[in-house]
């Protein structure tokens, strides 16, 4: 099973960018479709992006601003985030699932211990 390392959250004003970073263990990074999530205080875990081998797939709140993908090679995922805004504000987090498509968080393993994210306006 692989487990998860999230980085590069930070505080950024909103309008900028950030791009985060998730690395897995395991060697079959590869086969897995991975994806990111993000809690807010007091909120639940909310999916944000997903990707395969074949596909991306956006949460209607990121679409066009957020860019996942993947870097098989060094087993890490990444999430590109511009255009950031206050309601963005959240622990981010990756996970993993064997799932041929889903976006939701019952269905992915793994998970860090998350990358906080701060927009401030």
């Known amino acids: 099973q692989v487990q998860m390392v999230e980085s590069g959250g930070g505080l950024v004003q909103a309008g900028g960018s950030l791009r985060l970073s998730c690395v897995a263990s395991?060697?079959?990074?590869?086969?897995?479709?991975m994806g990111w999530f993000r809690q807010a205080p007091g909120k639940e875990r909310e999916f944000v992006a997903t990707?395969?081998?074949?596909?991306?797939f956006y949460a209607d709140s990121v679409k066009g601003r957020f860019t996942i993908s993947r870097d098989n090679a060094k087993n890490t995922v990444y999430l590109q985030m511009n255009g950031l805004k206050p309601e963005d504000t959240a622990v981010y987090y990756c996970?993993?699932?064997?799932?041929?498509?889903?976006?939701?968080?019952?269905?992915?393993?793994?998970w860090g211990q998350g990358t906080q994210v701060t927009v401030s306006s």
């Open positions: 990707i395969s081998s074949r596909d991306t």
């Open positions: 996970a993993a699932t064997h799932a041929a498509w889903s976006t939701h968080r019952y269905d992915y393993n793994g």
């Open positions: 395991g060697q079959t990074f590869s086969r897995y479709r």
